[in-house]
């Protein structure tokens, strides 16, 4: 589906009033293929709702959930909110990093997987716990996270 | 343990209309919209000292009182669901386990004050629980219970599903506000406060998820039952999400009075491997961080206050000897640091320093003249700052240079207790 | 409304309910500082500067944005709020671009005065000012991302005011930055030029960019035929610069200095606003005669000319074709005048000065250049103009009054009064009237066009037909007015658009500060030059009339065509 097609979409679905241009832009994130809003359709969106596209891009850039940047098809996001932290998120880091060959901010070469931190997710009873797109895995130890990279990659959930 | 407010979460299907009456669900929606006048709604919900759940523990009955006191032709409701403090994952049990509870408060609220429209503003963070959340609602609309003329009577509401994106800050309702009206989530200056003018303008009731979901269980049981319940100055019970170092980490409905004690090594079963426990933090990443020998602390908003701590979320963080309380409000700082909104002077800026001060100590390059600096930049966010999230960013942070300091001093001098911070050019001796 | 008495530093003060702390402070000559706090704009509280202690709080009240209660008692000026506002003061310092001396706003910025006001001795945090690229894109307008404070005025005036969106804060926390969106140059948006941003910015964020040294360059050029041309609002606000009271009217000494520095030739543009006059009523009879598009729009404004091109293309066809009187005089100036003069238009160098940014940017439109080269060669603003005095060391004050150059020096006081809203109306109605009807016009004054009222109308009755006009300034009425246009709800035959509130006396190149206090006091100005005219409608000028005689023969005639009319651009997508 072509971006246009998908903004129209979106706006057809949430409404085509100003106050739901955020519902509108995590639309068109969840169907864009990598995880991200593109300037382009910020662009149509600025039209349709009459809205200046400096705040367009204002709201896109101000919550931390929209991307304006091209994500991995799964978008992994780690929790360094203080109780993850205190289960050990900062060696989830490392071992996400290790197992993708990529930094944090980062995406894969194949655009499959990219890696960002989130504020807590809500999941600290699985503390150490990531959200990849909207699933949530918690309780991650080096051999869950190979486990999960591995049947991401072979298209499993 | 007790199951007042979270009875029917895991015990029915969260969809299911029909278990959802079988098991009393609706009845005091009824009893409300027949037999009560919305004064005397807010009246019993005054009665029941019913106080916020969401953190700042206003009196519900009284911010009712103030928003149907508002001569308006549209008012809104609004719950919300926008759980960010991190920690706190029991308005996610109610969301999940009983939306229609949440709903029916909703709509009690919209009687009381006089609102038609409701809606509900959910933390992009839970995809599933806002799906949940739009099929409830159309089921609702369906069944009547939503619309014009629900069963039959006056009163028409209707419930829209809003979500967040990611913003930390929308937690606090005027900023969540600005957030339904489509804008960046930046705080407005208070007052007018919601009741008085919120969203679009208009009177607005804000109330956090938890609070909504004790509304029917109070006009189902009577402000006088509810009240056993808890203690004098808090009535009623808390959910309670406790996280860190315990062994059984998770959301508990306590009744006010139980000992902090009690929820870590008798609910909670204690620290992990035997850990010993270093503090506690309470209310989440904006909480006090309190050590070991407060224990007996009693849950309860009055005490609490005679020690200067807010229960905020109910979100109760366990911290064990193995953390570093420099790495840790380290940590706690660059949340807020993300998640400031960036709109006044000192949280924008304050929350910046803290994090490059920390930074600084915890590479063992800090100074005397940095934990001055520190409480400085606390003082002037606790004091200035526009919103709720500067003023208590820094709690933390304050909290623990009053109970740790000596472990501050210790790294000036390139000491790591925990041995979390790595120094260049090794640990030095004492 | 119900009255409270609170206590402010020991002070009884009694208030209006409602009244803020900021406001009950100044009734007792309490000087609370501010920061983001501008008199015309809504209030922000997010500086925080202006903070009090409030007696029985835990946390300091933001004095612009908390009202008083009954029995308050507020204490300005203690330790602790000293201290605090120092802090916060320091917060804001170390992320600005402290070049002070060679600051754009050096000796006039809001930063600089407080800092020296609240006693800033040192910085007790790291500095860490972001080496951002300072944006030059364009001809109208420089924007020093390093200096910016983020007080969020320059925001409020170009979405509020303006209704334009150029520039809004993106990103969050200390990430946030005030940019134009997604891009990185102004020229990339749809920025107007207006330069409202430019006037209630506090520091030197943002700029007109500069074009002082050119003039210098060519002043010493001695192949060059300098000549200046000076518009109405200048002569009433270039004083504030140099003491002179608000509404003090410095013409003479204007030209005395411009004459002083080297100008071959000082005119005034007020000469081609009459011109104006004769072109734009004459177009405007034709209209309603032939059954052309109405209503009409005028068009001396360059900022709201980007506006309707940028934002209602559609309806350019009502927009008058006259040029701006700034356009018609570099024109003229390179066709008849050096004709007249024997003088080879290439070594005519024009230079305006003008209350305005958006001058710079329609001085360099492609098509602006009838007489074979550009027709205004260097634009200055009224705050670059005040620049050059001071850089020639020359004291504006001790300058004898001197009169303009003639043949374009000769004005009316209809040319006069362009620089204010409903200006550009009265001055047409003044000789439509007299052209339509064959009949003196007694009462020359249209005093319900006068005024910083958003949006003004009046009928004028001449003979069987009632002219019906309305008059509007700022971009955000003007985009009311055009969706009436759209909507076929504007039962007008004129309308008047000028894009800075206030009109020119408001422009985006005026003397800072530029509050509607001090525009009010500008308008008052330009009427009273208007009075001091012998002769006040633009067809009774005698220099135009001979303009007519001698070379353009006619109003919209072929030559009027070839010089003095012009087209426009969808600047849509």
Request: hydrophobic letters at 35%.
């Amino acid at each position: 589906m072509n971006l246009q097609q998908i903004v129209s979409d979106a706006i057809d679905k949430k409404g085509n009033t100003k106050d739901k241009l955020i519902e509108i832009l995590l639309e068109i994130q969840s169907r864009t293929e990598g995880n991200y809003v593109p300037t382009e359709s910020l662009k149509m969106i600025s039209e349709s709702l009459d809205i200046p596209l400096s705040k367009v891009y204002g709201v896109a850039t101000f919550y931390s959930m929209l991307s304006v940047k091209k994500r991995g098809k799964y978008a992994i996001q780690i929790c360094n909110s203080a109780p993850c932290y205190i289960s050990g998120s900062s060696d989830i880091v490392k071992i996400f990093e290790e197992v993708l060959g990529i930094k944090m901010g980062e995406v894969t070469q194949d655009g499959m997987f990219s890696l960002e931190y989130t504020s807590c997710i809500g999941a600290c009873n699985l503390a150490p716990a990531v959200k990849i797109n909207d699933k949530v895995y918690g309780n991650l130890d080096r051999n869950k996270i190979i486990e999960i990279i591995a049947s991401l990659r072979k298209g499993g959930e | 343990m007790v199951n007042l407010i979270s009875r029917l979460c895991g015990k029915l299907d969260p969809l299911s209309i029909y278990d959802y009456r079988e098991k009393g669900g609706f009845k005091s929606l009824e009893k409300v919209l027949f037999k009560m006048k919305p004064i005397d709604v807010i009246d019993e919900i005054k009665k029941s000292n019913l106080k916020g759940r969401g953190g700042a523990a206003f009196p519900t009955g009284l911010k009712w009182q103030f928003v149907s006191m508002e001569e308006s032709d549209e008012k809104y409701v609004i719950c919300n669901a926008d759980e960010g403090e991190p920690g706190t994952f029991k308005d996610k049990i109610l969301l999940d386990g009983c939306p229609f509870q949440i709903i029916e408060g909703m709509l009690i609220a919209g009687y009381a004050v006089g609102a038609k429209k409701g809606f509900i503003y959910i933390r992009g963070e839970y995809p599933k629980s806002k799906e949940l959340l739009i099929e409830a609602v159309d089921i609702l609309k369906k069944e009547g219970y939503l619309g014009d003329n629900i069963l039959s009577s006056d009163f028409s509401f209707d419930i829209e599903i809003r979500s967040g994106a990611g913003a930390y800050v929308c937690g606090e309702e005027t900023a969540l506000i600005e957030s339904i009206e489509g804008e960046p989530g930046r705080s407005r200056f208070k007052p007018p406060y919601p009741p008085n003018k919120g969203l679009w303008g208009k009177p607005t009731l804000v109330n956090n998820v938890e609070t909504l979901a004790n509304i029917p269980v109070i006009l189902e049981i009577g402000a006088e039952n509810y009240k056993k319940y808890g203690t004098e100055s808090s009535s009623g019970t808390k959910l309670i999400s406790v996280s860190g170092s315990v062994v059984n980490k998770g959301v508990y409905e306590v009744e006010f009075g139980i000992t902090l004690r009690e929820i870590i090594y008798d609910i909670c079963g204690g620290l992990i491997e035997d850990r010993k426990l270093k503090f506690l933090q309470i209310g989440g990443s904006s909480g006090v961080c309190i050590p070991a020998d407060m224990l007996d602390l009693r849950l309860d908003f009055d005490e609490f206050r005679k020690h200067d701590i807010g229960l905020g979320s109910g979100a109760i963080l366990v911290v064990d000897e193995n953390t570093c309380v420099v790495d840790f409000i380290k940590v706690t700082s660059e949340f807020f640091e993300h998640e400031s909104c960036g709109k006044c002077t000192p949280c924008r800026e304050g929350n910046y320093h803290i994090v490059r001060i920390l930074k600084r100590i915890a590479e063992g390059k800090g100074s005397k003249r940095d934990l001055d600096l520190l409480k400085n930049i606390s003082d002037v966010m606790q004091q200035c700052s526009l919103c709720g999230l500067g003023q208590a960013a820094p709690t933390a942070l304050i909290t623990t240079m009053k109970y740790f300091k000596e472990e501050y001093e210790e790294h000036l001098k390139g000491y790591c207790r925990a041995g979390k911070c790595t120094f260049k050019g090794g640990v030095l001796d004492e | 409304m119900s009255k409270v008495k609170v206590f402010i530093d020991n002070r009884e003060v009694i208030v209006d309910e409602g009244t803020t702390i900021l406001e009950a402070a100044k009734k007792v000559n309490i000087n609370i500082p501010t920061l983001c706090y501008h008199p015309d704009q809504k209030i922000k509280g997010i500086c925080r500067i202006c903070i009090v202690e409030v007696e029985g709080q835990k946390n300091f009240s933001a004095s612009c944005c908390t009202p008083v209660r009954d029995g308050m008692r507020i204490r300005t000026n203690t330790k602790k709020v000293r201290e605090a506002r120092k802090n916060i003061m320091q917060f804001i310092l170390v992320r600005h671009d402290g070049d002070c001396l060679t600051c754009v706003r050096n000796g006039n910025c809001e930063l600089q005065k407080l800092s020296e006001e609240l006693n800033i001795k040192e910085i007790k945090y790291d500095r860490i000012v972001e080496n951002l690229p300072i944006d030059e894109s364009n001809p109208s307008i420089v924007r020093n991302p390093n200096k910016c404070i983020k007080c969020g005025r320059c925001i409020e005036v170009c979405h509020d005011v303006q209704g334009v969106g150029a520039i809004d804060a993106i990103n969050r926390s200390d990430d946030l930055k005030i940019l134009p969106g997604l891009y990185e140059k102004i020229s990339d948006v749809a920025c107007v030029y207006c330069g409202q941003c430019i006037n209630v910015c506090p520091v030197g964020a943002i700029y007109e960019k500069e074009d002082i040294e050119r003039v210098w360059d060519v002043l010493e050029d001695k192949s060059k035929h300098v000549v200046v041309q000076i518009a109405p609002a200048v002569r009433v606000s270039l004083g504030e610069m140099f003491g002179f009271k608000p509404g003090s009217i410095v013409t003479g000494k204007i030209v005395a200095f411009l004459k002083a520095i080297g100008f071959d030739k000082v005119f005034d543009t007020n000469f081609t606003a009459d011109l104006t006059i004769i072109e734009e009523g004459s177009e405007l009879l034709h209209r309603i005669k032939n059954g052309g598009k109405l209503p009409m729009l005028t068009s001396c404004s360059p900022g709201w000319i980007r506006y309707i091109e940028f934002f209602y293309p559609e309806l350019l066809g009502h927009v008058s074709t006259c040029k701006s009187p700034q356009q018609m005089f570099g024109a003229l100036t390179k066709t008849y005048y050096a004709q007249k003069f024997g003088i080879d238009p290439k070594d005519i160098v024009v230079v305006s000065i003008m209350p305005c940014t958006a001058k710079k940017a329609e001085a360099v439109r492609e098509e602006m250049n009838s007489s074979g080269y550009q027709d205004v060669d260097i634009v200055l603003t009224t705050r670059e103009l005040g620049k050059m005095i001071k850089e020639s060391r020359i004291q504006l004050e001790d300058l004898e009054e001197v009169e303009f150059d003639r043949p374009f020096g000769i004005a009316t006081g209809a040319g006069a009064i362009f620089g204010a809203t409903g200006g550009v109306m009265e001055a047409a109605l003044r000789t439509v009237y007299e052209k339509v009807t064959g009949k003196e016009l007694e009462k020359i004054e249209f005093t319900a066009l006068r005024g910083i009222d958003e949006y003004k109308e009046a009928a004028v009755e001449m003979d069987n037909m009632k002219v019906k006009v309305a008059v509007v300034n700022g971009l955000k009425n003007a985009k009311i007015i055009l969706d009436m246009i759209k909507e076929g709800r504007a039962d007008y035959h004129f309308i008047e658009v000028m894009c800075c509130p206030g009109g020119c006396i408001g422009g985006g190149g005026q003397p800072i500060p530029s509050t509607n206090e001090i525009k009010k006091k500008r308008i008052e100005a330009i009427y009273n030059v208007d009075i001091s005219y012998a002769i006040r409608k633009s067809h009774l000028n005698p220099v135009v009339n001979k303009l007519y005689e001698e070379f353009l023969k006619e109003p919209l005639g072929h030559k009027s065509h070839q010089l003095l009319h012009t087209h426009y651009i969808n600047r849509k997508n």
